[in-house]
């Protein structure tokens, strides 16, 4: 079992930066590739980033290349979304996963309870 805490959200200027953190419990962390999603209001959740367990690969969405960075540091078993460059459309809950490969679908084991990022114009 997997337990995952989101925080790092708030309120920022379009433009601004934000990094979301996300802590996990248990000593099998960095057996676990761990993923960023969203979900913005009226609208279906979506893909944002993921990384493998090794840390070695990442997968970033087409709509956030370029502004957002994925990265984890096992010691602190917490994973890490650098966000630059945020958008008004970048307004949504933000929720991290953890499962056994990356991926883009929504096949991961564990989910955080999410944490809310708005970005004003």
């Known amino acids: 079992q997997v337990q995952l805490v989101e925080s790092g959200g708030g309120l920022v200027q379009s433009g601004g930066s934000l990094r979301l953190s996300c802590a996990a419990s248990g000593r099998t962390f960095r057996r676990y590739a761990m993923g960023w999603f969203r979900r913005a209001l009226g609208k279906e959740r979506e893909f944002v980033a993921a990384i493998t367990s090794s840390g070695g690969s990442t997968l970033i969405a087409d709509s956030v290349k370029a502004r957002f960075t994925i990265s984890r540091d096992d010691a602190k078993n917490t994973v890490y979304l650098q966000m630059n460059s945020l958008k008004p459309e970048d307004t949504a809950v933000y929720y991290c996963?953890?499962?056994?490969?990356?991926?883009?679908?929504?096949?991961?084991?564990?989910w955080g309870q999410g944490t809310q990022v708005t970005v004003s114009s």
């Open positions: 996963a953890a499962g056994p490969r990356i991926t883009t679908n929504f096949g991961y084991d564990y």
